[in-house]
């Protein structure tokens, strides 16, 4: 009998499970807090908590991280030195610490349009071989011809020993710009997703397993080890993916939205006859579009660990902190802490001077702080403080970009009311200490003229609304988000009907199933292991890949003689349109199984469906104008599907 592990290292909780490959059922799973900056420790303490007996028979580890996604987000990639080749116009900045541009590249045939420049290249890659972890390379029209990219990609690898990375290995796709700025990501991302798998299999190792290793992609599928470390940016937003597969395996239907609670965010998607949708355009992460293909999904900042704060009106979010229930177990002398702190006048109130707002020290060690940092670091230590507490330490209220500053880059924590709290009081999800959560809510209600129980039950209710919002909002693009809002509101005596289920995940989102419809006219599921539900994701991916191969006559003089194949692995002549098709075929199929071949799997295992498109003008008589054949290989490496 042999089972499956996925984890999954969210924003706020790592999850893990483990499944029987038989039947798919699950085992054992688990959750504990995710742990910055090293994911591992998180990761360890939920393995940790799985029965050791099914552990040790694991022979498959799947997992899905927001590790890329945060790397880019907080600009913590490695630095990276960016060759551009060509006749490059740079519309707006690209994410690399140095860059040159040469000579060289080619027209949309593949001709070469200058000599490759490879003197510069050379100076440039010498010159930095010691202030660069990696190299990113993106040459004009490289889609249609990638020599040049390969012969920097071999000088560089030569004179520096660092990994380089070349925009036509991540995309296919024309826009020199956006793959530029995919490769630069890919390659500040590769020491440090290294870093991670190999941590990843020095785990599995030190337990003993004999297992394989897979990582989830954004697009919902899996990719071995090998790939993770070449290609790291395709791992962006895999928690989102992980949900929408999840959701999808747990309430095992192929057609269904999705709204994934967890601790930082609210996540929506939609997955049609078992495919999820995907953003065409390629990713957008960190303000910066890249060509990767992930699945279309919308986030908000209203998780169960969002801060609930006064201001007017009650407020949810965007921020996220620790909870009051379970700061209390972490620090034993917090609920007195609370009870103490004193009300501020409600003129006073902002998102840090609250009632129940505390900050304390994570431990991590800070790099390059500013003098005022310094100061307040210094006072922040161990146990949690308020704003009162650092007042009396300081003589003066702590600034609130400083405070921001020193949160955004994880060397405190905020603790605050979250809809977690409400849940406790309420009595309908209570992990930890639900004493200190009434405290916070009793604190908080008295600028609320409510009762504490009316109180947590609004919370509760704005976090549904929040939830119906973003989904009908995802759903309805672009058809007016006040209008939206208004409904939802009871504005407008009107309810949404939807005739797609509605597939509810995370921890307690149980709580929140009556709200829920009666906001949206819809069937709504919340699977038996909901909490866990990416978890499960990271194990139900297939391992997909996508090839694109392009035909074209090398003139459109004469048609129908002499075309050219385009292809991941470089551009080819043949005098005959049918030579031409037959090589595509044969290449396309081989690149999808040397793509899969470390997955372990028998080549009959794996299935190659391929489409083609044809391309030509109204009148057109002679062969296509372009030929598009698009290969999809897929199989399973994990555990069996039903």
Known sequence: ???????????????????????????????????????????????????????????????????????????????????????????????????????????????????????????????????????????????????????????????????????????????????????????????????????????????????KILMLKCDGSVIDIKGAKLRPIETIFSGPAASIMGASHLSELDTCAVIDVGGTSTDVSIIKKGVPDLCEKGAVVGGWQTRVKAI?????????????????????????????????????????????????????????????????????????????????????????????????????????????????????????????????????????DVETAKIGAKKLSRFTHMGVHAFCKKVKQQVARNMAYSLISFIMEGRGKEGIKKMLEGEIPVQYKLNIPIVLLGGPVKAYYEEMKALIDAEIIVPEQARVGNAVGALVGKGIKRIEIIIRPSSMENPDQNFLVFTPAGRKKFEQYRTAVEYSHKTGEELILNSMKDFGLPEGSIKIGTSVEYLSPPGWKQTPMETKIIFVGICTPGISLN
Request: proline content about 6%; hydrophobic content about 35%; aromatic content about 8%.
């Open 1 to 211: 009998m042999q089972y499956s592990l996925g984890i999954d290292a969210g924003g706020t909780y790592t999850d893990a499970v483990i499944l029987r490959d038989s039947d798919s059922r699950i085992l054992d799973a688990s959750k504990a807090i995710t742990t910055y900056p090293n994911l591992m420790t998180g990761i360890r303490n939920a393995i940790d908590k799985l029965n050791p007996e099914y552990l040790s028979k694991v022979k498959l580890v799947s997992v899905s991280t927001t590790l890329s996604t945060n790397t880019i987000l907080e600009r913590t990639g490695y630095p990276v030195g960016l060759i551009l080749v060509g006749d490059y116009t740079v519309p707006r900045e690209l994410p690399a610490d140095y860059c040159i541009t040469v000579r060289g590249g080619h027209d949309s045939n593949g001709d070469e349009l200058q000599p490759l420049d490879l003197t510069a290249v050379e100076q440039f890659a010498v010159s930095l071989k010691k202030k660069v972890s990696a190299f990113a390379v993106s040459s004009y029209f490289s889609t249609r011809n990638p020599e040049h990219e390969l012969k920097i990609k071999k000088i560089i690898l030569k004179l520096t020993g660092h990994p380089v990375v070349c925009g036509h290995e991540l995309s296919q796709e024309l826009g020199a710009y956006e793959r530029a700025a995919t490769a630069v990501l890919n390659a500040q991302l590769i020491p440090i997703t290294y870093q991670f798998i190999h941590s990843i299999m020095a785990e599995v190792r030190e337990r003993n397993l004999d297992a």
């Open 296 to 432: 279309k999904m919308e986030s908000s900042a209203n998780g169960g660990d969002s801060h609930v704060w006064f201001k007017k009106c009650i407020r949810i979010g965007p921020r996220r902190v620790m909870p009051l229930c379970f700061a209390a177990v972490k620090y034993p002398n917090f609920k007195e802490k609370l009870e103490k702190n004193p009300i501020p006048l409600r003129t006073m109130l902002n998102e840090h001077i609250q009632p129940t707002k505390f900050f304390v020290s994570t431990g991590v060690t800070p790099i390059n702080p500013t003098e005022s940092e310094k100061k307040l670091l210094e006072i922040i230590k161990d146990e949690p403080l308020s704003i009162h507490d650092i007042l009396n330490k300081m003589k003066r209220f702590p600034s609130t970009t400083v405070l921001d500053s020193l949160i955004q880059q994880r060397l405190i924590h905020a603790i605050g009311f979250t809809p977690t709290d409400a849940l406790h009081v309420l009595g309908e999800y209570t992990e930890w």
